[in-house]
């Protein structure tokens, strides 16, 4: 990236330096070749063609370094969806065996790892809250459905940050109420933490 900047800023020097060295030779050019037919169209000619290609090439490099700044930040978005459904689905397993083992705490811990190489703040925060709730449902290994509803809820909350981390401001362009969002999420929830088994 710095590259392209260094090259850009080169072409816009060397437009500068063509441009006024561009007069002040037409200037002279002019007085000249006044008495040569045709020889100042000539000049005319070479000079715009220069600064056509020099332009050209700026407004290319300009347009290189838009498409791989576009390219970085889509990898890095596919990134943090692949860590953020890792998560949930790990979390899915836990809650569907009813208990946490010594190895879905490791795999917690690298999950909280990998979070912590591309989650926002506001997420880091929300997942910070969730290990709190988890630890606490968790301490005697089993999950009892009052414990399960509980990380459900701090889940929901996780996946409303989540959400707006993953797609914020295209909500935001939107006019998506992240509170309203959050209250549908935490209302979802709670009304299917109700449902109970045999």
Known sequence: MDR????????????AVLVVGGYVFLRYAYRVADPFP?????????LGTIVTVLITALLLNKQTEVELEKE???????LKRTIYMDLLDH????????E???DDVIRLRFLSHKLALVASPD???????????????????????AEADDIMEAVAELTVRIRGDL????????????????????????????????
């Open 91 to 98: 979390l899915q397993d836990i809650l569907l065996r009813g």
């Open 38 to 46: 045709f020889s100042q169209e000539i000049v005319l000619v070479v």
């Open 123 to 145: 997420v880091l925060d929300g997942f910070s809250e969730f290990v709190d709730v988890f630890r606490r449902a968790t301490d005697d290994r089993t999950i009892v459905p």
């Open 72 to 78: 970085e930040n889509l990898n890095f978005l596919d």
């Open 100 to 102: 946490a083992t010594r």
């Open 4 to 15: 392209l900047r260094r090259e850009n800023l080169l072409l816009v020097v060397a437009a």
């Open 167 to 198: 797609v914020g401001a295209y909500d935001r362009a939107r006019g998506v109420d992240r509170r309203r969002l959050s209250k549908r999420i935490e209302s979802n929830t709670e009304k299917l933490s109700g449902i109970r088994f045999r």
